[in-house]
């Protein structure tokens, strides 16, 4: 039997090792790396990780899940999580195990030693203010669900918290931390929509929310020519998506596949490309349009020869 395919007669340690949490806070993304650095040299093993996650203390566990993949030698894992609650908000805590989950290896199979806590901390990003909400100057679509919080330095007392002057239902996390959420969110206005928090004694913070409107499919996308030397590509943009200060009008490029070109159109309805001059009759138009949340494309297949 080839030696990588041999039956292991015990289970090994293979506890999860050099566990480490990078942040991006834009994103509330834990991106998690880690090893097995008990695996001998060239093994490979498929293993299921439990991962756990806790907020504000390491008994308050919020998150479980398992991911399952085949292991090398000296591999390095990842696995990202991304986090309801802005990471400013609270501290979290991450640690995980594993199992051996091949066939190789017989029953029973036992889950390694849970690693060491590891504290993922981003409430030094208060810097010297008293008070602060987050996520700051947040760039959402309509209709999605966000959730801001309230920090302060001091204990916090009777909080109130508006959404555009709407008071809203208020949860406090810990003595210096409140949040609250706003599911369906609406688009109000370009400028934004304004968050305002505030406590006795007199200390208050806000925000504001940018709320795009859902980039649309564009509609009715057709080229025609007049000349066989212009193709006029024209189509319906739908609404726009362009907010003051935060996200300018979504921009639209043109690709054809035949010949691998693309163009950068510079108005939102249309677009004229310049016939090839070597005898292409088939254009495979692929049309994009892309703002800072999302990308929508449409497909078209344009014959020169074959005009209505």
Same mark, same amino acid.
């Given at each position: 039997?080839?030696?990588?395919?041999?039956?292991?007669?015990?289970?090994?340690? +293979?506890?999860?090792?050099?566990?480490?949490? *990078?942040?991006?806070?834009?994103?509330?993304?834990?991106?998690?790396?880690? /090893?097995?650095?008990?695996?001998?040299?060239?093994?490979?093993?498929?293993?299921?990780?439990?991962? @756990?996650?806790?907020?504000?203390?390491?008994?308050?566990?919020?998150?479980?899940?398992?991911?399952?993949?085949?292991?090398?030698?000296?591999?390095?894992?990842?696995?990202?999580?991304?986090?309801? +609650?802005?990471?400013?908000?609270?501290?979290?805590?991450?640690?995980? /195990?594993?199992?051996?989950?091949?066939?190789?290896?017989?029953?029973?199979?036992?889950?390694?030693?849970?690693?060491?806590?590891?504290?993922?901390?981003?409430?030094?990003?208060?810097?010297?203010?008293?008070?602060?909400?987050?996520?700051?100057?947040?760039?959402?679509?309509?209709?999605?669900?966000?959730?801001?919080?309230?920090?302060?330095?001091?204990?916090?007392?009777?909080?109130?918290?508006?959404?555009?002057?709407?008071?809203?239902?208020?949860?406090?996390?810990?003595?210096?931390?409140?949040?609250?959420?706003?599911?369906?969110?609406?688009?109000?206005? @370009?400028?934004?929509?304004?968050?305002?928090? $505030?406590?006795?004694?007199?200390?208050?913070?806000?925000?504001?929310?940018?709320?795009?409107?859902?980039? @649309?499919?564009?509609?009715?996308?057709?080229?025609?020519?007049?000349?066989?030397?212009?193709?006029?590509?024209?189509?319906?943009?739908?609404?726009?998506? *362009?907010?003051?200060?935060?996200?300018?009008?979504?921009?639209?490029?043109?690709?054809?596949?035949?010949?691998? $070109?693309?163009?950068?159109?510079?108005?939102?309805?249309?677009?004229?490309?310049?016939?090839?001059?070597?005898?292409?009759?088939?254009?495979?138009?692929?049309?994009?349009? $892309?703002?800072?949340?999302?990308?929508?494309?449409?497909?078209?297949?344009?014959?020169?020869?074959?005009?209505?």
């Amino acid at each position: 039997m080839h030696p990588a395919f041999s039956v292991l007669s015990e289970p090994l340690p +293979l506890t999860p090792e050099s566990l480490d949490v *990078s942040i991006n806070s834009a994103q509330r993304c834990l991106h998690l790396q880690w /090893r097995v650095h008990s695996l001998a040299y060239h093994q490979e093993l498929k293993m299921v990780f439990q991962i @756990e996650i806790s907020r504000i203390n390491t008994s308050n566990v919020i998150w479980v899940d398992y991911y399952s993949t085949t292991v090398k030698w000296n591999q390095v894992l990842h696995w990202s999580w991304e986090s309801e +609650l802005p990471l400013e908000c609270a501290t979290h805590f991450v640690r995980i /195990r594993s199992r051996v989950d091949d066939a190789r290896v017989p029953e029973p199979r036992f889950w390694s030693n849970w690693s060491s806590w590891k504290e993922v901390n981003e409430q030094n990003s208060l810097g010297h203010k008293a008070s602060s909400v987050f996520p700051v100057d947040k760039l959402v679509e309509e209709g999605s669900n966000v959730t801001i919080c309230y920090i302060s330095r001091s204990h916090q007392n009777n909080v109130s918290c508006y959404l555009d002057g709407v008071r809203m239902h208020v949860e406090q996390l810990d003595p210096n931390v409140s949040a609250f959420h706003v599911n369906n969110v609406a688009f109000v206005r @370009e400028t934004g929509t304004n968050i305002f928090c $505030e406590m006795d004694p007199k200390d208050d913070a806000g925000t504001v929310l940018f709320v795009s409107k859902v980039l @649309e499919e564009p509609k009715d996308f057709s080229c025609e020519t007049q000349d066989f030397k212009t193709l006029h590509c024209t189509w319906d943009p739908g609404s726009d998506t *362009s907010l003051v200060r935060k996200q300018p009008y979504q921009s639209y490029t043109l690709f054809e596949s035949f010949s691998g $070109e693309k163009r950068l159109c510079e108005h939102k309805n249309w677009c004229d490309w310049q016939i090839a001059q070597d005898s292409q009759e088939m254009y495979n138009f692929t049309l994009v349009a $892309e703002n800072y949340l999302r990308k929508r494309s449409v497909n078209i297949l344009f014959n020169l020869t074959h005009r209505d």
